[in-house]
T-cell receptor, first 113, second 107 residues
Framework: DAGVTQSPTHLIKTRGQQVTLRCSPK?????VSWYQQALGQGPQFIFQ???????QRGNFPDRFSGHQFPNYSSELNVNALLLGDSALYLC????????????FGSGTQLSVL | AQRVTQPEKLLSVFKGAPVELKCNYS??????LFWYVQYSRQRLQLLLR??SRESIKGFTADLNKGETSFHLKKPFAQEEDSAMYYC?????????FGQGTRLTINP
């Protein structure tokens, strides 16, 4: 069992660019949640995808969007990147839209210059 | 609104001493509380949740609705407990994390 996998591990972009981050959930899981973790902070909830739909959303602007595919993998897209978007982006998988036990990936470290 | 507060960013105790990591929450509904842990060079992982009422690696946590707290406790700290600990609250269909406490166990 490979667990939750995220790609890429590191990414450097410039302001105004767009970025796509990818996540494959743990085998058997059908729900993906995305979190942003700034340096020295706890993970902040961006949104959750279940049954290929965005189910819940945190306090993030529309520049942050996502998608879930039929195989349950997910993408996080961020448009018009700002310096403040620099952070570790974590993906977590679970079952049936729940949060009872999240399995986290290692994250994608995004740097915006 | 949901909010989780972990008042201590850093906590250092000696091996064998008791440990208490504080967590306070704000939520008007019926909360579900969790503790997540991240050991060095490892992924964030679930340590325990209040509905299970279990002890994991010697840690326990009791939900106190009157004080809106969910403190994590261990009677005798071990060096392998050194890690980053996050308290999390599930309410309104999303999971909110606190800022975390870095626990260091000194030999």
């Amino acid at each position: 069992d490979a667990g939750v996998t995220q790609s890429p591990t590191h990414l450097i972009k410039t302001r105004g660019q767009q970025v796509t981050l990818r996540c494959s959930p743990k085998s058997g899981h059908d729900t993906v949640s995305w979190y942003q973790q700034a340096l020295g902070q706890g993970p902040q909830f961006i949104f959750q995808y279940y049954e290929e739909e965005e189910r819940q959303r945190g306090n993030f602007p529309d520049r942050f969007s996502g998608h879930q595919f039929p195989n349950y993998s997910s993408e996080l897209n961020v448009n018009a990147l700002l310096l403040g978007d620099s952070a570790l982006y974590l993906c977590a998988s679970s079952l049936q839209g729940g949060y009872e036990k999240l399995f986290f990936g290692s994250g994608t470290q995004l740097s915006v210059l | 609104a949901q909010r989780v507060t972990q008042p201590e960013k850093l906590l250092s105790v000696f091996k064998g001493a008791p440990v208490e990591l504080k967590c306070n929450y704000s939520y008007s509904g019926s909360p579900e509380l969790f503790w997540y842990v991240q050991y060095s060079r490892q992924r964030l992982q679930l340590l325990l949740r209040h509905i299970s009422r279990e002890s994991i690696k010697g840690f326990t946590a009791d939900l106190n609705k009157g004080e809106t707290s969910f403190h994590l406790k261990k009677p005798f700290a071990q060096e392998e407990d050194s890690a980053m600990y996050y308290c999390a609250l599930k309410g309104a269909q999303k999971l909110v994390f606190g800022q975390g406490t870095r626990l260091t166990i000194n030999p």
